[in-house]
């Protein structure tokens, strides 16, 4: 059974850090892209950033890029996402996803394959 299990969300305050984490188990394959997704209050889901899973190679959405970061621990099969500078604008439910094929698309969520639970990150201003 694959799951991806999130945490490390809560409430910051607006300039803070945080970073969340997301513990992937069950795959029996290497996914290609781990990304990261957000959805705010009465909001569609957007893309945060994403990270090949072998090559380590990063990719951001314009808003987050420069303050936030992704990394991946092989050995632990998990992904993080440090969040620094943060905004009102941040807070969010916070997924993270598993694709487990290439794809050039990767901002738009239907290319993922597993998706966690979400964390929430809240922003006090």
């Known amino acids: 059974q694959v799951q991806l299990v999130e945490s490390g969300g809560g409430l910051v305050q607006a300039g803070g850090s945080l970073r969340l984490s997301c513990v992937v188990s069950?795959?029996?394959?290497?996914?290609?892209?781990m990304g990261w997704f957000r959805q705010g209050p009465g909001k569609e889901r957007e893309f945060v950033g994403t990270i090949t899973w072998t090559g380590g190679i990063t990719y951001y959405a314009g808003s987050v890029k420069g303050r936030f970061t992704i990394s991946r621990d092989n050995a632990k099969s998990t992904v993080y996402l440090q969040m620094n500078s943060l905004r009102a604008e941040d807070a969010a439910m916070y997924y993270c996803a598993a694709s487990s094929s290439y794809t050039n698309n990767y901002r738009n969520s239907n290319q993922y394959d597993y998706w966690g639970q979400g964390t929430q990150v809240t922003v006090s201003s």
């Open positions: 069950g795959l029996t394959f290497s996914p290609y892209f």
